[in-house]
T-cell receptor, first 115, second 115 residues
């Protein structure tokens, strides 16, 4: 079954304690993205990756890091989480565009609370 | 820059009423894609429809229908004979045809169907 998995699904942590949210896809997709969802703001892109070792900032990258060492994995790293990073996070993957739309697959979401 | 506006923050109707969710978008691209996603209380994003900018034909899927009008940059979503299970947050989104496949989301409309 084609899917994007995220772990953990729920996380409560304290300010400043480094954490990693993992994302993995089994569709051999080149493109992967991270979004955060906040009330009244919809979803906003944090970072994206077009292939292994190729990453770039999205609209709200501050306070986040990513890495893409393997094609299937795209972890989101919060080196020093702060309460304003409390949010619902989604990972997504897709194939490269080729003049036609490439389907986006979303993970189930990770609800992060930083106290 | 691309932008999606969902002016209706919350809508509440009684079951069996028809309801329309508005979506207005801005883009300079001539080729783009429009989407609707449903987010039920469980939190996952459920893909509903994708439309490309060259296909203005309206679409109907059961009780759901979509009205795409390039002249007004709108992509509205109507639920006919609403049901309690339709209660969710609905997002409209826009994607460029090329590039990083970033989805630009609207703020979302919370739809409550009361029995």
């Amino acid at each position: 079954e084609a899917q994007v998995t995220q772990n953990p699904r729920y996380l409560i942590t304290v300010t400043g304690k480094k954490l990693t949210v993992t994302c993995s896809q089994n569709m051999n997709h080149e493109y992967m993205s991270w979004y955060r969802q906040d009330p009244g703001l919809g979803l906003r892109q944090i970072y994206y990756s077009m292939n292994v070792e190729v990453t770039d900032k999205g609209d709200v990258p501050e306070g986040y890091k990513v890495s893409r060492k393997e094609k299937r994995n795209f972890p989101l790293i919060l080196e020093s989480p702060s309460p304003n990073q409390t949010s619902l996070y989604f990972c997504a993957s897709s194939t490269p565009p080729s003049g036609r739309y490439s389907e986006q697959y979303f993970g189930p979401g990770t609800r992060l609370t930083v106290t | 820059a691309q932008k999606v506006t969902q002016a209706q923050t919350e809508i509440s109707v009684v079951e069996k009423e028809d309801v329309t969710l508005d979506c207005v978008y801005e883009t300079r691209d001539t080729t783009y894609y429009l989407f609707w996603y449903k987010q039920p209380p469980s939190g996952e994003l459920v893909f509903l429809i994708r439309r490309n900018s060259f296909d203005e034909q309206n679409e109907i899927s059961g009780r759901y229908s979509w009205n795409f009008q390039k002249s007004t940059s709108s992509f509205n979503f109507t639920i006919t004979a609403s049901q309690v299970v339709d209660s969710a947050v609905y997002f409209c989104a826009l994607s460029e045809a090329e590039g990083a496949q970033k989805l630009v989301f609207g703020q979302g409309t919370r739809l409550t169907i009361n029995p």
